[in-house]
Antibody, heavy 122, light 111 residues
Framework: QVQLQESGPGLVQPSQTLSLTCTVSGGSVSSGYYYWSWIRQHPDKGLEWIGYIYNSGSTYYNPSLKSRVTISVDTSEKQLSLKLRSVTAADTAVYYC??????????????WGQGTLVTVSS | QSVLTQPPSVSGAPGQRVTISCTGSSSNIGAGYYVHWYQQLPGTAPKLLIYANNNRPSGVPDRFSGSKSGTSASLAITGLQAEDEADYYCQSYDSSLSGVVFGGGTKLTVL
């Protein structure tokens, strides 16, 4: 059973870079059948897709965040990473990593991390 | 504003049937892309409830079912139970965004 665990600072200062890591256990991050995504949830709000990576390198980002986001994967360490630059208070959210099944297009997320709260504040 | 539109809230008494709608457009649901549904209990990560329009993962009760027609989809819950009280999200793929899209979520209250 695949398990995902997010880690990183819970507090980030405005204008700095938010950096999170998702460690994957019980499965491979290089399988062509899956894609790996970051999703966030603002306090008491809905889910917002940030971006995803597959085939260990192809990336797609939410157009609203594209200029500030980088997602990468380290297959040897079995880790997914997220970098969000120039953060503001509007980036305060719970950040989830999730594994999705790749078919003709990216489909459902069948495994989620527990989520990590990141607060942007000075 | 979410690409997929869900009602903010629905409610029902124990034992009743409720439905949650998810309305999209010609670049997502209407383009033939699958719709998936998630249940999120308070303080927890979302859990896959329905995938590919109407399929249940192992362990999900058959009280939960999904359907899709045109640019919309629906989640139906029959025999409502107190433990079903949660937030529900639909999800699909959008070709104009080349990305995943979610509904805004629906809070189910069991009266």
């Amino acid at each position: 059973q695949v398990q995902l665990q997010e880690s990183g600072p819970g507090l980030v200062q405005p204008s700095q870079t938010l950096s999170l890591t998702c460690t994957v256990s019980g499965g491979s991050v290089s399988s062509g059948y899956y894609y790996w995504s970051w999703i966030r949830q603002h306090p008491d709000k809905g889910l917002e897709w940030i971006g995803y990576i597959y085939n260990s390198g192809s990336t797609y980002y939410n157009p609203s965040l594209k200029s500030r986001v980088t997602i990468s994967v380290d297959t040897s360490e079995k880790q997914l990473s997220l970098k969000l630059r120039s953060v503001t208070a509007a980036d305060t959210a719970v950040y989830y990593c999730a594994r999705g099944t790749l078919q003709r297009e990216p489909t459902y997320f069948d495994n989620w991390g527990q989520g990590t709260l990141v607060t942007v504040s000075s | 504003q979410s690409v997929l539109t869900q009602p903010p809230s629905v409610s029902g008494a124990p034992g009743q049937r409720v439905t949650i709608s998810c309305t999209g457009s010609s670049s997502n649901i209407g383009a033939g892309y699958y719709v998936h549904w998630y249940q999120q209990l308070p303080g927890t990560a979302p859990k896959l409830l329905i995938y590919a329009n109407n399929n249940r993962p192992s362990g999900v009760p058959d009280r939960f079912s999904g359907s899709k027609s045109g640019t919309s989809a629906s989640l139906a819950i029959t025999g409502l139970q107190a433990e079903d009280e949660a937030d529900y999200y639909c999800q699909s793929y959008d070709s104009s965004l080349s990305g995943v899209v979610f509904g805004g979520g629906t809070k189910l209250t069991v009266l």
